[in-house]
């Protein structure tokens, strides 16, 4: 959260609350599905046979698709394009979150109390929004004393 500048508790919640739910709770850092729904996804960079598979979500936030990939690869220097895996490692995958969330902006919508939108960055909807406040109400608590 240093790397990133996540250092109010708004944003630490915010935070918190997204990883939790893309997660599950920390829990499980690949994708439980095999990807193939992401299969041919041109909007995710999903263009070569294989892709979706390849890039399904990893990390605490879920990483997804090649182009997203590529660009936490260039970002973090790391190259995860080439070794897609080493995005659910926790060494890796917390700086991917990290970088996710500078790259789309988030701190400033966790500063005026955008969670909606933060999620909607980060989904691509709203998938769970209702469970992702709840863990935002709780952290907020917590991060607030």
């Known amino acids: 959260m240093v790397e990133a500048d996540i250092l109010t508790p708004q944003r630490q919640a915010a935070f918190l609350a997204q990883l939790a739910h893309e997660s599950a709770e920390l829990r499980f850092f690949e994708e439980l599905a095999t ?3 992401y299969e041919g996804r041109h909007d995710l960079g999903n263009t070569k046979p294989g892709d979706g598979r ?4 990893r990390g605490p936030i879920q990483l997804t698709g090649r182009t997203n990939y590529r660009a ?5 220097g790391i190259d995860l ?3 897609p895996q080493r995005a659910a490692d926790v060494d890796v995958g917390f700086r991917v979150a990290a970088w996710f969330w500078t790259s789309r902006g988030l701190n400033a919508l966790a500063d ?11 989904n691509g ?3 769970g929004l ?9 952290a907020l608590e917590v991060l607030s004393h």
Do not use: H, W
């Open 72 to 76: 936490a690869s260039r970002a973090l």
């Open 112 to 122: 005026v109390g955008d969670f909606r939108e933060i999620t909607r960055r980060i």
């Open 81 to 83: 394009e080439a070794d």
């Open 125 to 127: 909807g709203f998938n």
């Open 54 to 57: 390849r890039y399904k979500g």
């Open 130 to 138: 209702a469970q992702r406040e709840v863990y935002y109400r709780r």
């Open 35 to 37: 990807g193939e729904a």
